[in-house]
């Protein structure tokens, strides 16, 4: 694929993904009361609209960076990885009604099996690394490199 492409497709996608957050956020907010931990599912309804407003944002920020092909990729898929990551291990735990170990302040009592808590705490903790290279890969891509035009100071 074209380098050149690459940056704005991807961008794109995390537009649609972010659309796609906000109804799934939209959705899992008529569940929150019938799932085993309610105040988790209203932990997973609030971190999915942040995740979908913070994938829209970088989505209409992605084509400016400046970064090569397979760094993208690797930004992109980290990104996606993590957003989802994190999420999913709230939405287990809300429908488990589990995971005090990993995220006591949200799951209160919400104990567990030791395989629930267990698969919990390896998906949430799995979001970490992948986010924090991400971030710091978008960060290096938004070095200015790239000329702005300058204004005209008779204006």
Do not use: C
Request: proline share 5%; glycine share 8%; hydrophobic share 55%.
């Amino acid at each position: 694929m074209n380098s050149s492409n690459i940056l704005p497709r991807e961008g794109h996608r995390l537009l649609q993904i972010g659309v796609a957050l906000l109804l799934f956020s939209s959705f899992e907010g008529f569940a929150i009361p019938y799932l085993a931990a309610p105040r988790l599912a209203l932990s997973a309804h609030t971190l999915s609209a942040l995740q979908a407003v913070l994938l829209i944002a970088l989505g209409l920020v992605w084509p400016r960076l400046n970064l090569g092909t397979t760094t993208s990729r690797i930004a992109f898929w980290f990104l996606i990885y993590s957003a989802f990551a994190i999420l999913a291990a709230y939405v287990l735990a809300a429908a488990w009604g589990a995971g005090n170990e990993t995220m006591p302040l949200a799951a209160g009592v919400a104990h567990g099996s030791a395989l629930q808590e267990k698969v919990i705490k390896v998906v949430a903790y799995s979001s970490a690394p992948t986010g924090l290279i991400s971030f710091g890969l978008i960060l290096w891509g938004l070095r200015a490199s790239v000329t702005f035009p300058r204004r005209d100071p008779s204006m």
